[in-house]
Each structure stands twice: as structure tokens, then as C-alpha cells.
């Protein structure tokens, strides 16, 4: 892959002038991984429904829904614009993919010794 391929989706980094531009960048974002996601599912061959990986993507963006600080979105929309890019440029591999949703499946982790030790844990 040449250089300039990869690079037709980066974006340059630039703080966010207010709550509203950053807002804007957001919504792109979202948009962008929103349509994306025919893409990523035939270039990772993703053997689940299209409808349960834009609700992930959907959900990841809720999290942050309550972020006010702009410098902490600006970081945000930076790692989002990175994931985006290294997903759609196959720079990620399918097991990087699935572990957004093995999360959710995984039962809890034991907190206390005696769950730890229940569990055959140290």
C-alpha cells in the first residue's frame, strides 16, 4: 500500500475553536464510521450482523456523550479519527475488531479472594 493510499483518510489534528466545532467533528465521525461499516465488514470478513456493529459504534459514542471539556473531546476525536483510519486501512487485524464485543460477553471478573479462589484464581 503506498503512502498516499493510507493517507486518504487522515485527517489533520486542530483543537476544537468551540463546543459547537468540536460538536460538528463529532457528528463527522460518527458519520463517517457509520457509513464505513459495509466496508469494514467485507475488507475483516465480520461474520455478524451490520445492525450489531452500528450499535457498537453507536455505544461507544454514547459513553462519551457527557464530555464537556474541549481539550478532553479534542483527544477523544483524535483517537476516534486513529481508530477509524487504522479500521478502515486494514492496519487492525479481525481479533482487534471482536474485542469490542467480547467485553460485553465475558462474565465478571472475581473481586474478593474468596471469589478469586473460587474461581482457581491467585
Known amino acids: 500500500m503506498s503512502a498516499a493510499m493510507a493517507a486518504h483518510l487522515s485527517v489533520v ?16 465521525l460518527y458519520r463517517d464510521f457509520q457509513r464505513g461499516v459495509p466496508e469494514i465488514m467485507r475488507t475483516h470478513q465480520v ?40 479500521t478502515m486501512n486494514a492496519w487492525k487485524q479481525e481479533t482487534h475488531l471482536m474485542r469490542y464485543f467480547i467485553k ?3 462474565p465478571p471478573k472475581p473481586q474478593g479472594f474468596l471469589e478469586k479462589f473460587l474461581a482457581g484464581r491467585d
Open 104 to 106: 460485553d460477553d465475558a
Open 47 to 86: 461474520d455478524m450482523p451490520m445492525s450489531m456493529i452500528r450499535t457498537k459504534i453507536r455505544e461507544e459514542f454514547e459513553r462519551h456523550r457527557d464530555v464537556k471539556d474541549l481539550a478532553v473531546i479534542d483527544i477523544l476525536l483524535f483517537k476516534g479519527r486513529q481508530e477509524y483510519q487504522e
Open 13 to 28: 489534528t486542530a483543537q476544537s475553536p468551540s463546543l459547537s466545532a468540536a460538536r460538528q467533528s463529532v457528528i463527522h
